[in-house]
């Protein structure tokens, strides 16, 4: 079913544009005073939005309602477009000149919170009765290899850019490559294996990205391909080209496409202003090697049986034995969704700098994941609820009961040491058997140790221990870590929300 709406509704936005990695060098009190002056008051108009709606009605039922449930999704993601205007603010028309960066900004944040969650296969599901299943049934697997990239642009004024890949089919289940600098960066051993749900709607997308300890990462670019366009059973070795989206919005403004029109002082200051706005991709590739095959009849009827009976209960019964130990754990895998929305009481504190910090979350021993780094107030709290993390696990992971999720709340700048300000940590397996959990948990200091082996000893994780973030390590602050579970040092407190996404959820 083909849509369209168009708005004439004026919609009318306050942006801060003191990027997060200037404020934390400055004191605070000119944080304050410069805050308000880059503050550009942007208009938004003439809102379109069109795109093709897929519903199905499932499973089918021999009565009233007819169906369980309805799935509605996009069947790729939606044209969105719209014509940014400067209202107003401290410096007005001269912030005008950032009009296409700010345009491509909106896009690309609209794009991945609001409309790529209902892109096929991913969906609105509205059950019709109580208790009613959302079943996806995928069509086959896709390995990817991620081997090298060449061209890439540098991101920071020193040194050259620490990349890393963001590999996804869906947007609720990415995974990432280890972080490599250089401008020709290689990987070893990053494989990938995920399930497709639809050859004709689904795309395997690439995000590049430069990793930065002390701001958010920056985007370098994205790259993608069609399932459609991968031939069944055949190794495909490929070149992708690399795309930044504000790149296109710098050239629409230079000729007034898509409702970006600029005067000849704004160009002015546009083209002053870009080496610092954006970072220009001349020949940046990505080497990648792709196969892809639908499941035999054998696997798919496995699936099915394992999907209406419980993924982790029919993977560990004998009915699994004929299928080899790859296939079992593609079944076991997920990722952990994890966002701490609020801490309060953190003993973090600075002197002309407001504190920072950040989430980083552990399972085991694989790679960290972390947020940008958030302000703290001076009463020690930070609003962190727009700050996603997701880690994906591996089925040989997913597989053991003694697994934790760790979440160490991690001070950030250059003085700071990256000292733990505080941790708590949840049973993978009791996750994975409730699809959420959250709540408030007190933060506490916990040893390495008693991470490791909390899993083991039955608990639920009140808290956590240090963190190697990204190969940066951490330590708690305070010194001793040889506090008893009974005589726990409280660090304050946060709100979470964390989700399990199977793979074939």
């Not at 999704?73 to 940014?84: H, I, L, Q, R």
């Not at 599901?125 to 061209?151: M, S, T, W």
């Not at 009463?379 to 997913?398: E, K, M, Y």
């Not at 190697?468 to 040092?489: L, P, Q």
């Amino acid at each position: 079913m083909d849509m369209e709406w168009n708005s004439k509704i004026d919609v009318e936005i306050a942006l801060e544009i003191l990027g997060q990695d200037v404020s934390s060098l400055i004191p605070n009190f000119v944080e304050e005073q410069l805050a308000k002056l880059f503050t550009m008051l942007i208009g938004v108009e003439d809102l379109v939005i069109k795109g093709t709606l897929q519903i199905a009605m499932r499973p089918l039922l021999y009565r009233v309602p007819i169906v369980q449930a309805i799935q509605v999704g996009f069947t790729e993601m939606p044209e969105f477009d719209f014509s940014p205007s400067v209202h107003g603010g401290p410096l007005g028309n001269a912030l005008g000149a950032l009009l296409p960066s700010v345009k491509s900004w909106l896009k690309s944040t609209v794009n991945e919170a609001i409309w790529m969650p209902y892109v096929l296969p991913e969906h609105y599901f509205y059950p019709l009765e109580e208790n009613a299943p959302d079943l996806q049934r995928p069509l086959g697997v896709l390995h990817c290899r991620v081997i090298e990239a060449k061209n890439i642009p540098r991101m920071d004024t020193f040194g050259h850019a620490d990349t890393f890949v963001e590999v996804y089919l869906r947007h609720a289940q990415r995974d990432t490559t280890k972080i490599v600098s250089g401008k020709h960066p290689t990987w070893k051993n990053e494989v990938f294996v995920m399930p497709v749900h639809s050859k004709q709607h689904q795309s395997l997308k690439f995000a590049l990205w430069d990793y930065d300890a002390f701001s958010p990462n920056d985007e370098i670019g994205r790259c993608e391909i069609a399932i459609k366009d991968i031939p069944e059973g055949q190794a495909q070795d490929l070149w992708l080209d690399v795309y930044n989206e504000s790149e296109e919005e710098q050239k629409a403004a230079k000729t007034g496409e898509k409702g970006l029109k600029l005067s000849k002082g704004q160009r002015a200051l546009r083209a002053m202003a870009t080496p610092f706005t954006s970072h220009p991709i001349k020949g940046t590739q990505l080497h990648v090697k792709l196969l892809w095959r639908t499941w035999t009849d054998e696997e798919t009827e496995f699936i099915k049986h394992a999907i209406r009976n419980g993924v982790r209960k029919t993977v560990m019964s004998r009915e699994a034995q004929p299928f080899d130990s790859g296939f079992k754990e593609m079944l076991l895998s997920g990722v952990v969704h994890v966002t701490v929305q609020q801490c309060k009481g953190l003993d973090v504190h600075g002197l002309l700098f407001r504190p920072s910090v950040k989430t980083v979350v552990r399972v085991a021993d694989l790679e960290p994941q972390e947020t940008p780094p958030f302000k703290v107030s001076r009463r020690g709290r930070a609003d962190l609820s727009n700050a996603l993390v997701q880690v994906h696990v591996p089925g040989d992971v997913a597989g053991h009961d003694d697994v934790m999720v760790r979440i160490d709340l991690q001070e950030v700048g250059f003085l700071s040491g990256n000292d733990i300000a505080g941790s708590f940590m949840v049973s993978l397996r009791e996750l994975m058997r409730r699809k959420c959990l959250s709540g408030e948990r007190q933060l506490r200091e916990i040893t390495e140790s008693e991470f490791k082996n909390a899993g083991r000893s039955g608990g639920d994780g009140g808290g956590g221990g240090g963190s190697d973030s990204r190969g940066s390590g951490g330590r708690h602050r305070g010194g001793s870590s040889r506090e008893s579970c009974g005589e726990v040092k409280k660090r304050g407190c946060a709100r979470f929300e964390i989700r399990w996404v199977g793979t074939f959820t």
